[in-house]
């Protein structure tokens, strides 16, 4: 590993049963069943691992990681290897017993979900008429001890609201709000036409942005996640590729980021035949696009190369086929045009279509 950069990061993402149906979801089009899922014993290896490897963070992740029994183990077990824990979730089936469980077993922070600041929101985009549950798991992440953490994708539908859902978030008493603005793989992209909102709009929410960020800079951390495609170059790859942290899928095929499952042209490792040292040092997908040795043109002679690596690879095979290719985000990219296609459509009144809700392949309560 002499030269090369540890992880500190972990994303756990051990099943994609959920009781949403989102029409953002960063999980794949084609879902895993659970019968594919790693058992607990899998799962308690992979975390001793990580530890060896450096990782300090795990992030518990799915779908809804709730639906998982042995999620407590799996938390304990981090604790025993003094690895941080944060658990990522929709809140539906927190409950104050769960909480107190997940906490006895070492919990150290959740994140909850929202689609919005009211019931319309959650019905229109995850297909779900459970927004109560939603204020339900916010108290009861409180009252558990937890610091709260919310997040909210930001698209065409809400952004308009956004000082709507700041309020909100106050009101449940988050600690800390990420604005994610929607990054388009998987179902985003497939549902890009509905989502992508106007320049107006977007102008406009980022002025409630700052103007908020400033009110409540002694309250609440507010972080902003750009949307890339206004942006003139594009955004690292998580940092850059295989560089600071690493995702395991519910399967136990490891990936550099969440979304390079999409990169159907790779054969990507798997914990259940390598151990997580030799993935992140050896494999040939990790080392594929490390560093920036294997850059095209125009990036191969670009000043932004050690900044972006040439942007995100998964957005470059989502949108040309090709995952070797600029990001066509970057304004010097062969391949701009198809994001220039994409804002004039997104600029352009009347949207025609329908929203695609994600649907799990199994039933969200684990059975």
């Not at 099943?15 to 953002?24: A, F, M, N, Q, S």
């Not at 992030?59 to 990522?88: F, K, M, Q, W």
């Not at 899928?249 to 159907?264: F, K, N, R």
């Not at 990790?286 to 690596?309: H, M, Q």
Request: with cysteine; charged share 25%; aromatic share 6%.
């Amino acid at each position: 590993m002499t030269g090369k950069p540890r992880p500190f990061g972990l994303l756990a993402e051990v099943t994609h049963r959920c009781p949403l149906h989102c029409v953002y979801c960063s999980n794949p089009l084609a879902l895993l069943d659970r019968r594919d899922e790693l058992t607990t014993a899998d799962w308690v290896r992979v975390l001793g691992q990580a530890a060896a490897l450096g990782v300090l963070q795990v992030h518990l992740s799915g779908g809804e990681p709730l639906v998982r029994g042995d999620l407590e183990v799996l938390v304990a077990e981090c604790r025993r290897l003094g690895l941080y824990t944060n658990l990522i979730t929709s809140g539906l089936g927190l409950t104050e017993q769960r909480a107190e469980s997940l906490v006895a077993a070492g919990l150290n922070s959740a994140q909850l979900s929202i689609q919005g600041d009211a019931a319309e929101s959650t019905d229109l985009v995850a297909a779900s008429k459970r927004f109560d549950k939603k204020e339900a798991a916010a108290r009861t992440i409180r009252a558990a001890g937890l610091p709260l953490n919310m997040n909210v994708v930001l698209h065409r539908l809400n952004l308009d609201r956004l000082d709507a859902i700041i309020d909100l978030c106050l009101r449940w008493g988050a600690e800390r709000l990420e604005l994610a603005n929607t990054q388009y793989y998987g179902w985003a992209l497939r549902n890009r036409d509905l989502l992508m909102p106007s320049k107006a709009q977007l102008d406009a929410a980022v002025g409630v942005y700052r103007r908020r960020k400033a009110e409540l800079a002694d309250r609440v951390e507010l972080l902003w996640i750009l949307p890339d495609y206004y942006e003139p170059y594009p955004k690292p790859c998580m940092g850059g590729w295989a560089r600071t942290a690493l995702t395991v899928a519910p399967d136990g095929v490891a990936y550099p980021c969440s979304a390079a499952s999409e990169i159907t042209t790779m054969a990507f490792p798997s914990v259940r035949e390598h151990d997580l040292e030799w993935i992140w040092a050896e494999s040939p997908a990790f080392e594929a696009y490390r560093s920036t040795g294997w850059l095209p043109d125009p990036c191969r002679g670009c000043p932004r190369k050690e900044l972006d690596f040439g942007g995100c690879r998964c957005q470059a095979f989502a949108l040309t086929g090709d995952a070797g290719r600029t990001d066509p985000v970057c304004r010097h990219s062969p391949d701009h045009h198809l994001v220039a296609d994409a804002l004039v459509r997104a600029n352009q009144e009347g949207a025609g279509g329908q929203l695609v809700h994600r649907r799990p392949t199994v039933d969200a309560r684990g059975r």
